[in-house]
Nanobody, 114 residues
């Protein structure tokens, strides 16, 4: 199985930016669609963005125009560039396949606060 490890989270002020990285232990080329998810305390995990092997993307309405998902199949990496961050973006961010796999890692914490 491909294991995914998220990194790049942190504390940022509203309006700031962060770039999240997702490193795979194996090839992701065989996985057509990868995604970034997030879960805020007391809320359900939600899908943030997806990207196919060929680069077709989808975004949740709440992040459209602010976040950009990208993928480097050769490096087995998936990225999420987050700009114009809002307090509502505060959550633990996870990467996974789409649909999501059974096992989820620890994710990376993103906190947007003054």
């Amino acid at each position: 199985q491909v294991q995914l490890v998220e990194s790049g989270g942190g504390l940022v002020q509203p309006g700031g930016s962060l770039r999240l990285s997702c490193a795979a232990s194996g090839s992701i080329f065989r996985i057509n669609r990868m995604g970034w998810y997030r879960q805020a305390p007391g809320k359900q995990r939600e899908l943030v963005a997806t990207i196919t092997r060929g680069g077709t993307t989808t975004y949740a309405d709440s992040v459209k125009g602010r976040f950009t998902i990208s993928r480097d199949n050769a490096k087995n990496m998936v990225y999420l560039q987050m700009n114009s961050l809002k307090p509502e973006d505060t959550a633990v961010y996870y990467c996974n396949t789409y649909p999501g796999g059974h096992y989820w890692g620890q994710g990376t914490q993103v906190t947007v606060s003054s």
